[in-house]
């Protein structure tokens, strides 16, 4: 199985100011079609997931534009540019390339 | 506007069985693969099942083939989960969600598997 490894864990940030979580796959998520199936969810206290971002970088639909996914092969990065108090919650990266499809541990955003 | 309401949740005892269903609208149902996917208390997310649209293959976490067995009836919008020889480590809330890579989700039917 391809393991997903975020860090932190645990990301405290101030108000206005910039967040970045790191995802690392265990396998190469280059799929044979030539798309990399890497998505970032976010999950609010008490909330459903809800996808931000597909295809490592493609903001989905109402997403707001301080999201923003880079990456390649086995690094990936989701960036919040300034964090507001609506961001608070788990962030999750997870492959869709190999089957079974992974998530990572998850990484707790709060305001410090 | 996507909708997909889950229900079936519950309580039942180990070796027991549940059978969970995602209503979903707003969408051509018949043109997406379904997805479930679930999260024990306080845990993080598991891949658990994801159907096909078209021919309907199937696909299983190892930790539930073999038990848990994924449908859908288009003609219903509708998508399945049974739910055989449940286990305490089964115990989650179950979510239906939208395509491969789940654009869209429900609220999620909490399972409970205890004696």
């Known amino acids: 199985d391809a393991v997903m490894t975020q860090s932190p864990l645990s990301l405290p940030v101030t108000l206005g100011q910039p967040a970045s979580i790191s995802c690392r796959s265990s396998q190469s998520l280059l799929y044979s079609d030539g798309n990399t199936y890497l998505n970032w969810f976010q999950q609010r206290p008490g909330q459903p997931p809800r996808r931000l971002i597909y295809k490592v970088s493609n903001r989905d639909s109402g997403v707001p534009d301080r999201f923003s996914g880079s990456g390649s092969h086995t690094d990936f990065t989701l960036r919040i540019s300034r964090v507001e108090a609506e961001d608070v919650g788990v962030y999750y990266c997870m492959q869709g390339t190999h089957w079974p499809y992974t998530f990572g541990q998850g990484t707790k955003l709060e305001i410090k | 506007e996507v909708q997909l309401v889950e229900s079936g949740g519950g309580l039942v005892q180990p070796g027991g069985s549940l059978r969970l269903s995602c209503a979903a609208s707003?969408?051509?149902?018949?043109?997406?693969?379904m997805t479930w996917v679930r999260q024990a208390p306080g845990k993080g997310l598991e891949w658990v099942s994801v159907i096909s649209a078209g021919d309907g293959s199937t696909y299983y976490a190892d930790s539930v083939k073999g038990r848990f067995t994924i449908s859908r009836d288009n003609s219903k919008t509708t998508l399945y989960l049974l739910m055989n020889s449940l286990r305490a480590e089964d115990t989650a809330v179950y979510y239906c969600?939208?395509?491969?890579?789940?654009?869209?989700w429900g609220q999620g039917t909490l399972v409970t598997v205890s004696s």
């Open positions: 969600a939208k395509g491969w890579n789940g654009d869209y």
């Open positions: 707003g969408f051509t149902f018949s043109n997406y693969a």
